[in-house]
């Protein structure tokens, strides 16, 4: 029934993940701290419907599963330890802010090497052809389509190809430190947690898993993205010091809403319960912490190359935008990967999933206390305002 106490029990998880791979060896126990608190956190505060009880059991499953098959791989190719990740495009940005839109530009540079939404979640053994079209990645399209027949707005609000790029959350989930876990449940005592715990282990564990997919014969400049990266730019600079910093700026009294309407949007296939008041105080307070990450580690690291990207521009100006963006860190966008962009953007309109749109009096949210409260962002970075969110 709706809204009862689930009782999710770590040790089950791990059994049968076990049991689905055959395999027993995890590498590092990095993971279990997360995945005891997480799944604790579920049953006494997430309130999950039929549909939750049955999911994030299965998202735990696959999670360790894929995590198993990497350790494998590894210990049985060695080799694979030795692959050097070089200088990839990582975009930062804060929640909502168009990190997508700038990840799919990157991607259409033949140069690239995007990690694709597939791969990431079942990763070995590594493609070895064509990695857009892995047998992995029907099986995952057809359960895609699933889920937006339970849930229609998560296509509007959130729109991923099976083949195409994923957010970096989809691998440091497998650490269970990830925002991967608070977007499928509302989860406090999960998220306090995940706020004060040390990411390193995660970035490593990503770093892995890169290193076993290029293995296959997959190269080129990694692309990456996630909005989890603002928060964690310490761990993350530690694993990928070479890294291409792409950080991304748009109005937060727009993201504020929109990142709350993603939030329950996506919750709400899982639990029927009303969470809106504390979607909005923690989510509020995520994109805040994000800023303040930001800046914590820019004042530290003052010598870590970083391009800012104001969301406007992009939108304004997509290829003089990218252009940019190259050029900041010494090369030239033109050739294949001016048409391939240019093409993308001529053939992709904004909404072509439906409108998403914001509403911050849904979440009993302010825009001027909204604006107040990020008022020192925007004027360091000279954000541009957009219309209010109705």
């Not at 997919?213 to 400049?221: I, M």
Request: hydrophobic fraction near 40%; include cysteine.
């Amino acid at each position: 029934m709706s809204g009862e106490r689930s009782e999710l029990r770590p040790d089950a998880f791990i059994e049968a993940a076990v049991a689905q791979t055959g395999l027993d060896d995890f590498g590092s126990p990095s993971h279990r701290a997360g995945l005891d608190i997480y799944c604790d956190s579920v049953g006494r505060e997430a309130q999950l419907n039929a549909v939750g009880a049955s999911a994030i059991p299965g998202a735990i499953i696959a999670a360790l599963s894929n995590r198993l098959r990497i350790v494998d791989w590894a210990k049985r190719n060695p080799e694979v330890t030795e692959e050097e990740i070089v200088a990839p495009w990582i975009v930062v940005g804060i929640f909502r802010a168009g990190t997508t839109f700038l990840s799919y530009l990157l991607e259409k540079d033949p140069a690239s090497r995007p990690l694709l939404r597939w791969e990431a979640n079942n990763s070995a053994p590594p493609s070895t052809g064509d990695h857009r079209n892995d047998p992995r990645v029907e099986p995952l399209r057809a359960s895609s389509a699933m889920l937006n027949q339970l849930n229609p707005r998560i296509k509007v609000v959130q729109s991923e190809e099976p083949d195409g790029p994923t957010e970096c959350i989809s691998v440091l989930n497998q650490d269970f430190k990830s925002l991967t876990w608070e977007a499928l449940a509302n989860v406090p005592a999960y998220g306090q947690w995940l706020r004060t715990v040390d990411h390193r282990s995660a970035y490593d564990y990503h770093r892995l898993v890169l290193q076993v997919l290029q293995s296959g014969g997959v190269r080129g400049r990694w692309s990456l993205k996630s909005p989890h990266h603002a928060m964690r730019l310490e761990a993350l600079h530690a694993v990928y010091p070479d890294a291409r910093l792409v950080l991304m700026h748009r109005d937060p009294t727009v993201l504020c809403a929109s990142v709350c309407s993603l939030i329950t949007t996506l919750t709400s296939t899982f639990s029927d319960a009303d969470h809106a008041r504390y979607i909005a105080q923690h989510w509020t307070q995520m994109l805040e912490d994000s800023v303040v990450g930001i800046e914590s580690f820019r004042s530290a690291n003052p010598r870590v190359a970083i391009h800012d990207v104001q969301y406007a521009d992009l939108v304004l100006d997509p290829l003089g935008t990218m252009s940019r963006v190259y050029n900041a860190f010494g090369d030239e966008l033109d050739g294949a990967a001016f048409d391939a962009m240019r093409a993308h953007v001529e053939s992709n309109r904004k909404g072509r999933f439906g409108q998403h749109g914001y509403d911050l009096s849904e979440f009993g949210l302010d825009a001027g206390a909204i604006a107040e409260r990020f008022a020192g962002y925007v004027n360091r970075y000279d954000i541009p305002i957009e219309h209010a969110p109705r």
